[in-house]
Nanobody, 115 residues
Framework: VQLQASGGGLVQPGGSLRLSCAAS????????MGWYRQAPGKQRELVAA???????EYVTSVKGRFTISRDNAKKSVYLQMNSLKPEDTAVYYC??????????WGQGTKVTVSS
């Protein structure tokens, strides 16, 4: 499985960004897709995950601000990030797996929230 992420960039606090990720390869081995992030000097954390049936979960710090969605026909997952804060600055990774979204990893896309 290959995952190709895009959509990162520089945004001011309070702004929005949308990350996209397209999957290719043995898609049948994927049930859960997600987004991890790793900020400088911090541990990697799972930001959001979504099953093929559309059930989503979020880390507490992004609830109400981020929305994960999935288009199974396009083999894609998205992360809409609103009301961005400086502490959201990190490299974001698109991930996927059968049970947990940590079996396959895409390249990271950098998100910087700064004025």
């Amino acid at each position: 499985v290959q995952l190709q992420a895009s959509g990162g960039g520089l945004v001011q606090p309070g702004g929005s960004l949308r990350l996209s990720c397209a999957a290719s390869g043995s898609i049948s081995s994927i049930n859960v897709m997600g987004w991890y992030r790793q900020a400088p000097g911090k541990q990697r954390e799972l930001v959001a995950a979504i099953t093929s049936g559309g059930s989503a979960e979020y880390v507490t710090s992004v609830k109400g601000r981020f929305t994960i969605s999935r288009d199974n026909a396009k083999k894609s997952v998205y992360l809409q990030m609103n009301s961005l804060k400086p502490e959201d600055t990190a490299v974001y990774y698109c991930t996927a797996g059968l049970i947990q979204p940590d079996q396959y990893w895409g390249q990271g896309t950098k998100v910087t929230v700064s004025s």
